[in-house]
């Protein structure tokens, strides 16, 4: 029972940082109806400004943790955004209006581009990150096996919900909210009503990328390390995500990302490790047998 | 105050618009008529730059718009309410209407809003229901009502009869004079329903094949022995 309730408690830190990242996929796809695969990549140069800065913060001698985080956040949030914003901008805005195919092969290009970038800038070897928020406490003890909660799980799953409530509202409730959806709609009517389309979808992209620098942050945080190569593994977790909670959903982003959080820690908790991803792509193709449009997706609305 | 001249466009491969020319002056009602096909729709959506026009002009109160992006075209003041309603189906009316007010200041939203829901009490009675689940007839005065919501000067209406029951397509084509006499806005309208279109307009086209194959006065149409032959009898 102690362990099981570990594994959830780790699964659920896992999950929120997919549930993250796979808002953004989500996005995009409700929107221009392509998969972003450059996004793992905007999640991973998350990561790099997050280590960069509190490295940066560290030298300059701001140590008090809830400011230095929150001027890493600031600051991840705003250059990744930079970067979701460009991505659209030079490799899928020009491509609108031809095949499907075309801004997807765009995307892998851009994902290829970002990953040997990263590399080249910053070498590739892991980068290690000094631990920023450490301890924690017992919750409770069975069995002779401790449960242990971190302040830094706390921490990331709190940011989590707050941001994940935040941002629905925003959809639901705003202006810019209600561009995203009517866009998600019809996008040639809602051009005819006024919307700028293309500055919506660029928002798409852009808040999209906040969020997935946010989970950068924790990932820095959670485990204390990042690599240029960590975006792609974790970008095809959190698409899987997208997909599972049903592609174009939001509330499916985000129970995709728990879900797929929570099968692997406790696929690898009692089963084995090196069978974690395959566990977490079966369960993936399984819902799309039965349920093509994924948990939370929306059929198909018949356009008269 | 809507002039267009010699306007070609296409969607691909297929030139639907064939050199077209068109005068709407303000206040006036025109009708476009025409067989399934002929490009009434395509110029109503190149009209609003989508698609863009491949050559000829558009203009708009003296101004060329021909290369305006869709946004900025509906900001000047001309709204469409689109062949097949496109009303957001997972929106509710009422954000239908909040979307359809982008273009116009906020100050006025208020306003509007009783304005449409005294015109149309039916939406107000189901503000909070979503797009998708109204009836035919509430969804094309849905997408009048969201049209009116910008304020525009000029407003395209694409087939707001198409599938109507008679009764509600007679309340329909009141409230299309309506808008036009009390709200002084100049109304272009595309309509297979001929007779009720031309009844109605004070001036009519024909279009057949990408062209303008005739024009003159809704009397003179209405009057016209090809018209009738073509769009009025056994219709």
Known sequence: ?304 | MLKVSGLRAAYGPVEALQGVDVDVDAGEIVALIGANGAGKSTLLMTICGAPRARSGRIEFDGRDITRLPTFEIVRLGIAQVPEGRRVFPHMTVLENLQIGATPAEDSYFDDDLDRVFAMFPILEERRHQSGGTLSGGEQQVLAIARALMSRPRLLLLDEPSLGLAPLVMKRIFEIIKEINESQEVTIFLVEQNAYHALRLADRGYVMANGRIVLKGTGAELLADEGVRKAYLEGG
């Not at chain 1, 560290?58 to 460009?86: D, E, K, N, R, S």
């Not at chain 1, 799953?157 to 941002?167: I, K, P």
């Not at chain 1, 820690?265 to 093509?292: C, G, N, Q």
């Open chain 1, 1 to 304: 029972m102690a362990y099981f309730l570990q594994q959830l408690i780790n699964g659920i830190t896992l999950g929120a940082i997919y549930g993250l990242i796979a808002i953004g996929y989500t996005m995009v796809y409700g929107i221009i109806g392509m998969i972003n695969f450059a996004h793992g990549e905007i999640y991973m140069i998350g990561a790099f400004i997050s280590v960069i800065c509190f490295t940066a913060l560290g030298l300059l001698g701001i140590t008090w943790v809830p400011l230095a985080l929150l001027i890493v956040l600031v600051i991840a949030m705003v250059f990744t955004a930079v970067y979701g914003w460009t991505v659209e901008r030079i490799a899928y805005r020009p491509l609108r209006g031809s095949s499907r195919l075309a801004p997807l092969i765009s995307a892998i290009g851009m994902s290829i581009f970002l990953q040997n970038d990263v590399q080249l800038l910053q070498g590739a070897r892991i980068k290690p990150l000094q631990p920023v928020i450490e301890g924690g406490f017992i919750l409770t003890e069975m069995d002779g096996f401790a449960v242990h909660l971190g302040y830094i799980q706390i921490f990331i799953v709190f940011l989590t919900v707050v941001l994940m409530a935040l941002f629905s509202v925003f959809i639901a409730r705003t202006d810019i909210g209600r561009a995203q959806r009517a866009c998600e709609q019809d996008r040639t009517m809602a051009g005819l009503l006024g919307v700028n389309v293309d500055r919506t979808i660029s928002l798409a992209f852009v808040m999209g990328a906040a969020l997935a620098a946010v989970a950068g942050t924790m990932v820095v945080l959670y485990y204390g390390v990042v690599h240029f190569y960590i975006g792609f593994l974790a970008g095809i977790k959190a698409f899987t995500a997208a997909v599972l909670g049903g592609i174009g959903s939001l509330p499916g982003a985000m129970l995709g990302g728990l879900l797929i959080g929570l099968i692997e820690v406790f696929w690898s908790a009692y089963f084995t490790i090196e069978y974690k991803d395959v566990a977490a792509y079966s369960i993936l193709v399984l819902v799309l047998i039965f349920r093509p449009t994924g948990l939370l997706g929306k059929p198909e609305v018949e356009k008269v």
